[in-house]
């Protein structure tokens, strides 16, 4: 998949997330720490998703799902995710 196809999934997972309905988008115990340092709220991340852009493009190389780092604001203050892809299962993982 492109770069071009990774954001479009992504956007689409945010768009389709719906909490405890219909999961599609799964947080690493790491990222949630990250957010509570930061004072932020797991659903504004979640609709910032929505209009993300692609920082970079990771290569598969020792993961074991596509990946990619993007940034998204959230009132007006970048932040920066990185994100893997799992297609199988249509969710991405923060």
């Known amino acids: 998949m492109d770069s071009a196809e990774k954001i479009n999934f992504i956007r689409q997972k945010a768009c389709e997330h719906l909490p405890e309905a219909n999961e599609k988008i799964l947080w690493s115990v790491h990222a949630i ?11 504004k991340v979640e609709e910032s998703l929505k209009q993300c852009e692609m920082v970079e493009d990771y290569a598969m190389e020792g993961r074991p799902l596509p990946g ?3 940034i998204c ?6 932040f920066h995710s990185v994100i893997a892809l799992d297609y199988d299962s249509d ?3 923060i």
């Open 91 to 93: 969710r991405i993982f």
């Open 33 to 43: 720490r990250k957010l509570r340092l930061e004072r932020l709220r797991k659903v």
């Open 73 to 78: 604001f959230i009132g007006g203050m970048p």
């Open 68 to 70: 990619c780092l993007v």
